[in-house]
């Protein structure tokens, strides 16, 4: 079984520069996270998605973060302009669906740095 | 707001030593206790904690609730040097989405 593919792997940007990453969350889980990891800390929940509707998106940054599911499959989380607080790593994430108690599984993350 | 709590944040051993790791949580309408292992980027899955009182056991990984105290502990046992990395602790309750503590660096020294 594939797992969740997540691109790109790594991208530095200047500060008010526009930055985008993808998601292919694991064939059939309808449920597709995004969490942001500063260096030192836990991943925090950004948005979570259930098919192509948002469950909750309330500490996502709306200012500059912006998100997107068409189609209930693949997503993109897009910061424009970006700071330099930004820099992290962006964790994409599935489960099988929103009201089954399972697990999530991640993928390999975009570690972005910005200068 | 849910909330976990992690400790210690970091901890060194030799080759051979058994840890406890630490979680404890706040968790509206708490459905599980998750554990993972994050070695580089990717968070890879080891437990899911549901019961109270019930051992999830992996080789020398092992991990048990305790619904009463809010809380959960990580064992290894033997640990290797393959061992070091984050160890993360996530709680899952009726937000259904998954709010982790800030982790254990793990380092096993030869």
């Known amino acids: 079984e594939a797992g969740v593919a997540q691109s790109p792997r790594y991208k530095i940007i200047e500060k008010r520069q526009s930055v985008a990453f993808w998601c292919n969350p694991i064939?059939?889980?309808?449920?597709l996270y995004w969490y942001q990891q500063i260096l030192g800390q836990g991943p925090k929940l950004l948005i979570q998605?259930?098919?192509?509707?948002?469950?909750?998106d309330s500490q996502l940054p709306k200012d500059r973060f912006s998100a997107e599911r068409l189609k209930g499959v693949d997503s993109t989380l897009k910061i424009q302009p970006a700071k330099l607080e930004d820099s992290a790593v962006y964790l994409c994430?599935?489960?099988?669906?929103?009201?089954?108690?399972?697990?999530?599984?991640f993928g390999q993350g975009t570690r972005l740095t910005v200068v | 707001e849910d909330k976990v709590v992690q400790s210690p944040l970091s901890l060194v051993v030799h080759e051979g030593d058994t840890v406890t790791l630490n979680c404890s949580y706040e968790?509206?309408?708490?459905?599980?206790l998750l554990w993972y292992k994050q070695e580089k980027k990717a968070p890879t899955f080891l437990f899911m904690l549901t019961s109270s009182g019930i051992e999830k056991k992996s080789g020398r990984l092992s991990s048990i609730l305790d619904k009463k105290e809010l809380f959960s502990i990580l064992n290894i046992t033997a640990t290797q040097t393959g061992d070091s990395a984050i160890y993360l602790c996530a709680g899952s309750g009726s937000a259904r989405q998954l709010t982790f503590g800030s982790g254990t660096q793990l380092t096993v020294l030869p």
């Open positions: 968790v509206t309408n708490f459905r599980s």
């Open positions: 064939s059939g889980h309808a449920t």
């Open positions: 998605f259930q098919n192509n509707g948002v469950v909750d």
């Open positions: 994430a599935s489960s099988l669906n929103f009201d089954v108690n399972t697990e999530a599984f």
